[in-house]
Nanobody, 120 residues
Framework: VQLVESGGGLVQAGGSLRLSCAAS????????MGWYRQALGKQRELVAT???????NSAASVKDRFTISRDNAKNTVYLQMNSLIPEDTAVYYC???????????????WGQGTQVTVSS
């Protein structure tokens, strides 16, 4: 199983980016998915999560600007980021709880990370 992210890049303050993360491999079921970020010199922090049924949760710092969504048929999660500010600059990581085929245990998987840089 692997998670592959895309969509990061450099954007000016006030701009938008859309991140995507697709899970692939011998997947039986994908449970909750989410996005985390880690700025230089800081700890990794939660950005937003979404359950398999579509219930979402997001950090207060992004609640009115970022939207998480998913396409269960494609095992893909998205993060629409609007009104970006320099403080959003970080490496963004995708996370998913996945039960592999023919198993019953859930394991946590992480993407490789994608850089988002917001210039002032």
């Amino acid at each position: 199983v692997q998670l592959v992210e895309s969509g990061g890049g450099l954007v000016q303050a006030g701009g938008s980016l859309r991140l995507s993360c697709a899970a692939s491999g011998t997947i039986g079921r994908v449970n909750a998915m989410g996005w985390y970020r880690q700025a230089l010199g800081k700890q990794r922090e939660l950005v937003a999560t979404i359950t398999s049924r579509g219930s979402t949760n997001s950090a207060a710092s992004v609640k009115d600007r970022f939207t998480i969504s998913r396409d269960n048929a494609k095992n893909t999660v998205y993060l629409q980021m609007n009104s970006l500010i320099p403080e959003d600059t970080a490496v963004y990581y995708c996370n998913a709880g996945i039960v592999v085929r023919y198993d019953w245990r859930e394991s946590q998987y992480w993407g490789q990370g994608t850089q988002v840089t917001v210039s002032s």
